[in-house]
């Protein structure tokens, strides 16, 4: 890797409430912010009532107070449209605004995110309050960009007011223009679910199986709200663009029921993501083997990264995190603030705020932790930040703009996702392959992409990738396999699950021998198959001719059958009925080769697979690494760097075979070297 070209500073930074805080403290705040080595500070994306405490009356007064100081101490502001909270004098006049549940139940003021996208009467003031801001703000010499909104659809993803059900209904008209195109797609003749008039149509409402509609209804319900989320947010985009075309744009998420590439593509400069990662310590599953714990955000992360290569962090986790009543995170140990920090960087990002500069002293987030506590004295959370200023105002400007390389891609899709969370014959099968997969390539220490399959996706897209995972995509169109066949064909290696390839783009199951779109790619057929659920026992996988070479065939089983003489068993079943049928494949098809794995991935299948691939890390030639270490490479075309990051609490120990410099520090390593528990190298 040679050696490290200057590009734009790092933007190290935290978010900040001053409408919380005394004016008295604003000042030693900012002065401290800057003594960290902050440059960028986050304000008001939850202050509508400051800026507009009645309908149309608008004051600045305390936010230019606010941003004016900040810039004295150099600090840039990025401002946040505060409509995730609408204020009460708004929700009390125009309660068509509010959001409601399938059941009819108005979801009132006092929290927040309490309204719906579809109301015009509330797109009509946010438009009003974004204008204003824009145009008072649009050439302050302190504000450097915009955040949309706040977290779109977190807290909640569905939507059923009356603004929602005619909206939806309008949004069906347009796609599918006549009743009969649209019974057609969401299969009304079963269940005599007919429908006559566009009267009729609705989002999904209860029904008497508790909460079963349509299928294909719910599968166009997501895709509607991702487009009206989208809808939503281009209101405020476009006024910003228009009054402020100097400043950037982004917001922060990563939620569920949004096309984020599509909200990125239409609407931002950079996707923006709120990273905690001690989420991984409460939300945990007693049966999973060796989980990789916080060190799996960075998959979290890879899915950022093909959103936006370049990301920024709006809200990086610095302390023990909860509301009163939930999310009670433990404490971060010392070392791992400055872990997770360089994990996002690591992945990509290229701004980095922490969350945030003082604990609340009141409301539901009194427990999620800041950088200082509520006595405001200093911790050592603050002195880990201000490692990590001092390191990055050198180091960061190096690392800005390289990108993330990586061989190997995880496959993904928007239709697939929404389906999957109604649809259990295949919906949980992706998250455990995706995971699975994930641990195993990070202790092989193989980076990985993840890549969404859309639309928009080309050849181009693929062919970088030496390696496509896509672990069980029910949902493949036509076009879809043959863009996968393309690929294969000039050379790429495509691994599939159970479970592929059966639905059409309607959630409708084809009419063909599984795996459906996919057989000419797979070059088999599904004899049988069967759920390995209530009394049918697990089975197991023999790799080969070994007998001692087994792993447990999780979940589902696809029973295989071979149509091509280009087919190699790669793997079959080890008992059950279907004892020594196929279970795994592989099918040369032109310059390439398609694997069918005919359960839900584990590690140790996904490791059979790498090692039958001869796949290996980019750093082996130089780099000895235990597992516990993650590394990820970014890189241009002039400079590149290794991201070393120990998960572990203990120190391991690496072994260079070539001479590095720590980026970070500018140690000259090689040999045998210690990484200290949680701690971080930056090669080159």
Request: aromatic letters at 12%; one cysteine or more.
């Amino acid at each position: 890797m040679s050696k490290p070209v200057v590009n734009e500073p790092f933007e190290l930074g935290v978010c900040y409430y001053p409408e919380h805080w005394p004016e008295e403290l604003w000042a030693d705040d900012y002065r401290r912010m800057a003594e960290t080595g902050f440059t960028i500070v986050r304000l008001a994306e939850f202050a509508w009532s400051i800026f507009e405490p009645e309908e149309g009356v608008y004051q600045f007064e305390l936010f230019d107070k606010a941003i004016g100081l900040a810039h004295s101490y150099g600090l840039k502001v990025i401002l946040g449209t505060p409509t995730a909270t609408p204020p009460a004098w708004l929700t009390e006049r125009y309660p068509e605004v509010l959001n409601v549940t399938d059941e009819g139940v108005v979801l009132q003021h006092g929290m927040r995110r309490h309204y719906n996208y579809s109301s015009p009467k509330y797109r009509e003031l946010c438009a009003g309050i974004t204008r204003q801001l824009a145009q008072h703000y649009a050439n302050h010499p302190g504000v450097a960009g915009w955040q949309i909104d706040n977290e779109l659809n977190c807290e909640i993803n569905v939507f059923y007011s009356e603004s929602d059900h005619l909206a939806f209904r309008q949004w069906v008209q347009a796609k599918y223009e006549t009743l009969d195109q649209l019974n057609d797609a969401w299969g009304t003749v079963f269940w005599n679910q007919t429908y006559t008039s566009w009267s009729q149509v609705f989002l999904p409402r209860p029904t008497p199986t508790a909460k079963q509609p349509n299928p294909h209804q719910a599968l166009d319900e997501k895709r509607f709200i991702s487009d009206n989320t989208i809808s939503f947010a281009k209101i405020q985009a476009d006024i910003i663009r228009e009054l402020a075309p100097s400043q950037w744009v982004t917001t922060n998420g990563l939620f569920g029921h949004l096309d984020s590439h599509e909200l990125n593509e239409k609407l931002l400069d950079f996707f923006s993501y709120d990273s905690y990662p001690q989420f991984a310590s409460i939300h945990t599953d007693p049966e999973e083997a060796e989980p990789l714990r916080d060190r799996s955000w960075s998959l979290s992360l890879s899915a950022v990264r093909s959103i936006s290569p370049n990301f920024c962090i709006m809200e990086q986790q610095s302390g023990p995190g909860g509301w009163v009543n939930r999310m009670n995170m433990p404490s971060p140990k010392p070392g791992q603030m400055r872990l997770w920090t360089y994990q996002s960087i690591a992945h990509g990002a290229d701004k980095l705020l922490y969350f945030r500069w003082r604990t609340a002293t009141r409301g539901h987030e009194i427990y999620w932790h800041g950088l200082n506590d509520y006595h405001n004295q200093p911790n050592r959370r603050v002195r880990e930040a201000a490692q990590i200023g001092r390191e990055l105002a050198e180091a960061g400007k190096h690392i800005t703009g390289t990108r993330n390389q990586a061989d190997v891609a995880i496959v993904r899709d928007y239709d697939n996702e929404w389906d999957g969370e109604y649809d259990v014959w295949h919906g949980p099968f992706m998250w455990q392959s995706n995971k699975e997969w994930f641990k195993a390539l990070q202790k092989r220490h193989i980076p990985n992409d993840v890549l969404y399959i859309r639309s928009k996706t080309t050849l181009k897209d693929l062919i970088p990738y030496q390696v496509l995972i896509y672990p069980h995509p029910a949902i493949m169109s036509d076009e879809t396999a043959g863009l996968l066949d393309q690929y294969v064909q000039q050379g790429g290696t495509l691994i599939f699950g159970c479970r592929t390839g059966y639905k059409d783009t309607r959630g409708q199951c084809y009419m063909r021998p599984f795996p459906g779109a996919a057989r000419d790619l797979c070059g088999i057929t599904v004899e049988e198959f069967t759920m390995i659920q209530g009394t049918r026992l697990p089975t197991s996988i023999r790799w080969g001719n070994d007998p001692e070479a087994l792993t447990s065939a999780d979940a589902f089983n696809d029973i295989l059958h071979v149509e091509e003489d280009t087919i190699e068993v790669m793997g079959t079943y080890a008992s059950d009925y279907y004892a020594g049928k196929p279970a795994v494949t592989r099918n040369r098809r032109g310059m390439g080769e398609v694997w069918y794995y005919g359960a839900v991935f584990n590690a140790e299948a996904a490791y059979k697979i790498i090692d039958s691939l001869n796949l290996s890390s980019p750093a082996d030639e130089w780099l000895e690494l235990p597992p516990e270490v993650e590394l990820q490479i970014r890189s241009n075309d002039k400079s590149g760097y290794a991201f070393l990051l120990n998960y572990s609490e203990e120190a391991v120990t690496i072994t260079l075979k070539e001479h590095k410099t720590d980026l970070l520090t500018g140690e000259t390593l090689s040999g045998t070297c210690e990484l200290e528990g949680f701690g971080v190298r930056v090669l080159y």
